[in-house]
């Protein structure tokens, strides 16, 4: 496959469940078992509830906003234009503080099915607030 570009208003947003406020949107499917690209928007005081992903690092680039990373017993503040990386198998979570939202760009480095799970998420569209800060990087 050759290279592409996708704009802002072509993205679609998902849920996981019902009650997550976080919108994440598939930037790259993955090929025989690599890696997974989206973006996440996350709400003032959202938290991800703490997990891991089997086998697989997790890569994110900070946008916009603040995000407060809790890693086993560590925990980093990024703001941004940060890089942050969480190993494979580390039990994590990050939390955006507000005011405003957080934008990720996340790179998961093995999807294990991730990329499936967030096609069959609940559609949420990103809205104008959202496509307004994309244009505007």
């Known amino acids: 496959m050759g290279p592409r570009i996708l704009h802002p208003e072509q993205l679609q947003g998902f849920r996981l469940g019902s009650d997550d406020h976080c919108r ?9 078992g690599g890696c997974t690209q989206f973006l ?11 997990h891991s992903h ?10 916009r906003g603040n995000v407060v990373f809790h890693v086993g017993e560590s925990s980093i503040t990024a703001s941004g234009g940060d890089f942050v990386s969480v190993p494979g198998d580390a039990i994590h979570d990050l ?18 099915g991730f990329a499936d799970l967030l096609e069959h998420g609940i559609p949420t569209p990103l809205d104008a607030e959202d496509l307004a800060v994309l244009r505007s990087l």
Request: proline content about 10%.
């Open 24 to 32: 994440l949107a598939l930037l790259s499917k993955p090929e025989a």
């Open 40 to 50: 996440e928007v996350h709400d003032p005081c959202d938290r991800v509830p703490a």
């Open 54 to 63: 089997h086998q697989a690092a997790e890569l994110f680039f900070v946008l």
């Open 95 to 112: 939390e955006n503080p507000g005011p405003g939202r957080v934008y990720l760009i996340t790179v998961l480095s093995r999807d294990g």
